[in-house]
């Protein structure tokens, strides 16, 4: 062979070794093709059944023993990971060249002192959708693995998870076989630790030959699922996970992201919202809380329905106390940064600069899997923001903490000032894994700050988990009238809908609820609800506030006695995006057979969607009569008519029958 020829080769074959193929989260051409004739790999070494025992699946933010990583493409965001990871746990690279990774690592500055390397061949970074899930038997006493059938036609990929297993030791169970099999990503799943999760409705589709109750069966039998709640799809995102647009915090606190009213995936992104706050309570009984954050353009200012990169900023990972974001333009990181660390006190909020890997529909949260302890603790707390005093006794405050190793302290810190000492109350056994302690009776009003820590002879864990910078508070109530437990606030379709619960009452008879603008202290009244008098029976309100306008808005509740004594509960605070009139461009266009309008009404009206062909004929009229305001979908299907060039019109009327907005756009039929 000519020399040159030879040279050629070498210098190919050696780009290839250094710069592995970048499949992208999605299939390629190529993989779409593969997979209709693709035979998945199958397990020996796996079980095949479900585990013979109750299990739970670990949420993100517990104690990590070591987190997982594909040492391949993007691999200047693969050093920052492992810098950042490593001072809070294990970093495990799969790698077919172990010195090359530590060489890069080196010359990075990246220490080497707490990585762990497995040779494994592998086809693509995105271990979260391949790698295994940490499940812990008997909720915290054996560490076990779960595998999905991988969704992709990338076979090395798929044994991962084996080859993770046969490096740790862990037991590997598997979803491969029928009546258990199921195909399922690791980007479309999100666990709260005590048996809710969240999926698009990707893992229906994915799994069309099963029922609805046969997939929730088997996630329950594996993963310890009791409750899962499945989404619709994103037009514009491609992949369909839900770790593009949103993120569990805690068990009750949900980071959602926010496009510009009306842009690219916001429409359906707000539907779903309103889908979770309107069927879904958190594990403790109150609506979920809410946080937004921005879903930023990419570096031409365009976002995903104009062709832009799918810039987000929930594809974050918890480390420990360390979670690391994805950025991409200072212009929006900042805020997006603030934001986490508001939400989450005491964490060590770490920027990551994703602009190379976001193209590919990924970022940090893709590329990364967490793995437990196996010596887990456990620790539920369910917040009451009221309480009233146990004569003689103080505050009874209870919380649920499960330990593999017997603890040797179960903590409870308190103080009423935050910048002062801490004061600590050994915690007692009330029944099974439930454990209580008393902080002393402080006068009515007093807001008291508090945490737990859980001591074994091998790990320290506290709730929440950075605590004291992180903390649960209440606020003391003395011999009231009535015993308030909750006060909730979330938004539907510009509304606010405000929840509250009482355990007991005592000549209750009414409560007002009050409204403000941030940093004003005029309050006005939003309405009212008659009390139930005198009740040990607890009872649960929902005041609904219509057209309570745009902008960030204090509520309060005010208790009036049938004497007229009155008692102020101190409230919170919520953010209202302002609706308007908007068609949105359909999705897809050009479609076949059929497509999905959205819309969104400022206000109640009249209103009629009407579809006309190119000569002005109607051919459908999807909507026509009263609709509520809000964002509004509607499927359209073009199954019976010919391929060609379709306009679609709004029209509004007021209920006072005068017109309130029109718009036409137009879509295209292919056939």
């Not at 490593?86 to 890069?104: A, G, H, P």
Request: aromatic share 12%; proline share 7%; glycine share 8%.
């Amino acid at each position: 062979m000519n020399s040159r020829y030879i040279t050629l080769f070498f210098i190919i074959l050696f780009h290839y070794s250094l710069f592995p193929q970048e499949l992208p989260k999605g299939m390629t051409p190529a993989e779409k093709e593969k997979m209709k004739n693709y035979i998945f790999p199958s397990a020996t070494e796996a079980f095949t059944t479900p585990p013979p025992f109750p299990v739970r699946t670990m949420a993100e933010w517990e104690t990590l023993g070591s987190i997982l990583i594909t040492w391949t493409s993007y691999t200047p965001i693969l050093r920052q990971i492992v810098d950042q990871a490593q001072e809070e746990c294990l970093v495990v690279i799969m790698t077919t060249d172990s010195n090359t990774v530590k060489n890069y690592l080196t010359s990075g500055g990246v220490p080497l002192r707490n990585l762990k390397f497995v040779q494994a061949a592998f086809n693509s970074i995105w271990i979260r959708d391949y790698g295994p899930w940490a499940v812990y038997g008997g909720g915290v006493d054996s560490l076990l693995l779960v595998d999905w059938v991988y969704n992709r036609p990338r076979p090395s990929d798929d044994v991962i998870s084996q080859v993770y297993s046969n490096s740790s030791g862990l037991p590997l169970y598997q979803t491969i076989n029928e009546p258990y099999r199921l195909v399922a990503t690791g980007g479309n799943f999100m666990v709260d630790g005590v048996g809710t999760a969240f999926s698009s409705k990707l893992i229906v589709n994915e799994n069309s030959s099963k029922t609805d109750a046969q997939i929730n069966s088997i996630m329950s039998d594996f993963m310890g699922i009791n409750r899962y709640v499945k989404m619709d799809v994103l037009p514009y995102d491609g992949i369909h996970h839900i770790d593009m647009h949103m993120k569990l915090l805690d068990e009750e606190t949900l980071l959602v992201g926010q496009y510009p009213q009306g842009v690219s995936d916001g429409p359906q992104i707000e539907l779903n919202l309103q889908y979770i706050l309107n069927n879904f309570l958190t594990p403790f009984g109150r609506p979920y809380k809410v946080i937004r954050i921005p879903m930023p353009p990419d570096g031409n200012n365009q976002y995903p329905s104009q062709g832009g990169d799918y810039r987000t900023f929930t594809n974050s990972v918890f480390v420990n106390k360390t979670i690391i974001v994805p950025t991409y333009d200072l212009r929006y990181d900042s805020t997006a940064l603030r934001i986490y660390r508001e939400a989450l006190p005491g964490y060590n909020v770490v920027g990551i600069n994703c602009n190379s890997i976001i193209p590919a529909s990924g970022a940090i949260h893709c590329i990364t899997k967490e793995i437990g302890v196996t010596d887990q603790i456990h620790i539920v707390h369910d917040r009451v923001p009221f309480r009233k005093a146990e004569p003689g006794s103080g505050y009874l405050i209870k919380t649920y903490m499960k330990s593999k190793l017997p603890l040797v302290s179960k903590s409870l810190y308190y103080t009423n000032d935050t910048t002062a000492t801490w004061n600590r109350v050994e915690m007692q056994t009330i029944s099974g894994d439930t454990v209580g302690g008393f902080i002393p009776e402080v006068p009515a009003g007093t807001k008291i700050y508090y945490y737990f820590a859980a001591v074994t002879t091998s790990r320290t864990v506290t709730k929440p988990f950075t605590a004291p910078q992180n903390n649960f508070n209440f606020t003391a109530d003395g011999t009231l009238p009535v015993e308030l437990t909750s006060f909730d606030l979330f938004t539907q379709n510009g509304d606010v809908v405000v929840k509250w619960k009482t355990v007991s009452e005592l000549n209750n008879r009414e409560f007002v609820v009050e409204r403000s603008i941030k940093g004003s202290e005029n309050w006005v009244i939003a309405g009212r609800l008659p009390g139930k008098g005198t009740t040990t029976t607890p009872v649960e309100y929902s005041f609904t506030d219509k057209n309570p306008g745009a902008g960030t808005i204090n509520y309060r509740l005010k208790q009036i006695d049938f004497d007229g004594t009155v008692k102020i509960y101190a409230g919170n605070e919520i953010t209202i995006e302002p609706f308007d009139y908007c068609l949105y461009q359909n999705y897809p266009n050009p479609f076949n057979p059929s497509t999905v309008i959205f819309f969104s009404l400022k206000e109640e009206g009249f209103t009629n969607l009407s579809i006309y062909n190119a000569i002005g004929e109607r051919v459908a009229q999807p909507v026509d009569g009263m609709t509520e305001k809000g964002i509004h979908k509607v499927e359209f299907n073009a199954e019976n008519l010919p391929a060609g060039v379709y306009f679609y019109r709004l029209t509004v009327s007021s209920r006072e029958g005068g017109k309130s907005f029109s718009t036409t756009r137009k879509m295209i039929l292919n056939k």
